[in-house]
């Protein structure tokens, strides 16, 4: 009887995914301990990690940071790949841009004397929630409580009521040169910008769904944060590169998983003497492969519509039998959420009464305010910002996360180009240059309504806690079964992905570190590696 090596099977070609299957090639495959292999649902690798071009310059579609370049393992791919420095010019090469225009709804240049109190207030309530600070500074407390359930929506709210208390503002006084708008309502509205951003960098469509609690436990890596000159594909590229032709196989959707729950006899593995494997793939194409082991990376919006989703045909992904409830439980109540990114090509003939588009940080009146600008369209409303992506660019960006996302994605160019137009053709009225902000051409990222992502990163939603995360990166079945030849994990379901990571999730590096966590704890089950 010809013994078959384990096999091994990673779903999905992402960072998490690669990383698992680069060192699982490198430590156990040449030492011939098992075979690996990677389905990826898409017609290409890298997942939400995607490099591309526009107008010229290398953009990323998708992740865009390396979040402290202080060991960050992402950093150092990049620095041994030489990928930090390019002849082409990349998006945020100039990393982040400072001397910002802030503009109020209308056209109306608000003073740095309005906007920068508001500023580090905001900077400053964020630093205390996420444990940076012990106290949030200038004589503003606020009773956060002990219940565990407060979000940083209501934890800001506060903050900003203090403020208001201590500093006895009046709902009456006015701000000279604004006349649609109070001191109060500029304030708010300057505080919201702020909240717009945080939602970008959290992914929460709510600030209100988003734990206080949880911000603190998040780790960011020292140093500063850049990006990626030859892209962020580059790293992608880099641990693709490794493995033999025909081990990543694309156009492969998984529909359903079916593994054993239970200790069954005779299934459990060449490990163990048996002939067939206790895990067995189905495709939507028709075909299936069975697997000792599995690990799944796809994301936890994938996961999210599989448990909610109840129809079997519909080719969501399914695990048959479902999951254990505790682990549904789990995903259930972890937040994950859509941010989009809006690129958008300056027209040369562009006239704003600048010579070049600024950093241009916008502040808008509420949707029910009376006096609002009723050419500016809602989704428009709660993106903080639109910039070049770097100092001498004419590609502009704008990020927009939560229902504005979705509602970017089911939006015609032309119509995204018409409404951008006129929304910042108003916020330059006060140059009086009767000109327009004209656009060539358009690009935005879709990630909310692609079936394989289904939204882009996760966070801790109210309700929910880090713990939930290494609830769902627990391999399955979760029990130890004891034979007479020892004590032996099953591991036929692994989990990866930034999900997965209880103080980096949402990022790339935290992605890299759950596809070595569970290389690491095959390699340790195969005595590849010493435990």
């Not at 209501?154 to 649609?180: I, Q």
């Not at 600030?207 to 850049?226: C, Q, R, T």
């Not at 448990?307 to 080719?315: L, P, T, V």
């Not at 137009?421 to 692609?450: E, M, P, R």
């Amino acid at each position: 009887m010809v013994i078959k090596k384990p096999r091994i099977v990673i779903i999905g070609a992402g960072m998490a995914g690669l990383t698992a299957a680069n060192k699982l090639y490198k430590s156990g495959v040449k030492k011939g301990a098992f075979e690996v292999c990677v389905v990826e649902g898409g017609n290409r690798i890298g997942g939400r990690i995607d490099t591309s071009e526009f107008g010229g310059d290398r953009i990323e579609m998708g992740a865009t940071w390396i979040h402290g370049i202080g060991g960050s393992p992402v950093h150092k791919i990049a620095q041994e790949i030489n990928s930090l420095e390019s002849e082409q010019p990349w998006e945020c090469m100039d990393g982040f841009l400072d001397d910002p225009i802030t503009i109020a709804e209308n056209g109306y240049v608000l003073n740095s004397s309005l906007v920068d109190p508001i500023s580090n207030l905001f900077n400053n309530l964020m630093d205390f929630d996420q444990g940076k600070k012990k106290s949030i500074g200038d004589g503003i407390e606020i009773d956060v409580g002990g219940n565990g359930s407060q979000s940083v929506g209501s934890f800001l709210k506060k903050g900003l009521e203090s403020y208001w208390k201590l500093e006895s503002r009046k709902e009456t006084e006015k701000v000279f040169g604004c006349r649609d708008w109070n001191r109060k309502q500029l304030e708010e509205a300057v505080f919201a910008m702020h909240e717009n951003t945080q939602r970008n960098d959290t992914a929460a469509n709510d600030l209100h769904n988003l734990d206080y609690l949880a911000e603190s436990k998040y780790v960011m890596f020292p140093g500063e944060e850049i990006t990626i000159a030859k892209g962020y594909s580059s790293i992608i590229e880099s641990l693709a590169s490794v493995l033999p032709s025909g081990v990543i196989q694309l156009n492969k959707k998984v529909k359903t998983i079916e593994w054993q729950p239970e200790c069954v006899k005779g299934i459990m593995g060449n490990k163990h003497g048996g002939n067939s494997r206790a895990v067995k793939i189905h495709f939507l194409d028709g075909t299936s492969m069975s697997a000792d082991h599995v690990v799944v990376t796809v994301s936890l919006g994938v996961l999210k519509a599989g448990i909610f989703n109840s129809n079997n045909d519909s080719g969501m992904f399914k695990f048959n039998p479902p999951l254990p409830d505790y682990k549904i439980e789990a995903i259930s109540r972890l937040g994950y959420g859509v941010v989009n990114k809006l690129f958008l090509k300056l027209s040369p003939d562009f006239n704003l009464g600048v010579d070049r588009f600024p950093f241009l940080k916008m502040v808008f009146h509420k949707s029910d305010h009376p006096v609002k600008n009723p050419k500016i369209p809602w989704w428009i409303r709660r993106t903080a910002s639109l910039s070049p992506i770097y100092v001498k660019s004419n590609v502009l960006l704008s990020w927009f996360a939560g229902e504005e996302a979705l509602k970017l994605e089911s939006l015609p160019d032309e119509v995204i180009l018409d409404e951008v137009s006129t929304t910042i053709s108003s916020f330059f009225s006060y140059k009086k240059s009767n000109g327009n902000a004209k656009f060539d051409k358009v690009l935005k990222s879709q990630w909310g309504s692609d079936p394989l992502f289904m939204g882009s990163y996760s966070y801790i939603a109210t309700g929910s806690s880090i713990d939930d995360m290494d609830t769902v990166a627990e391999p399955l079945p979760n029990t130890t079964v004891f034979e007479s030849t020892g004590g032996s994990p099953q591991l036929q379901i692994l989990f990866a992905g930034e999900a997965t990571h209880r103080t980096h999730y949402s990022t790339t590096h935290g992605a890299y570190l759950s596809g070595i966590r569970e290389a690491n704890r095959l390699l340790q089950h195969y005595h590849c590696i010493d435990v």
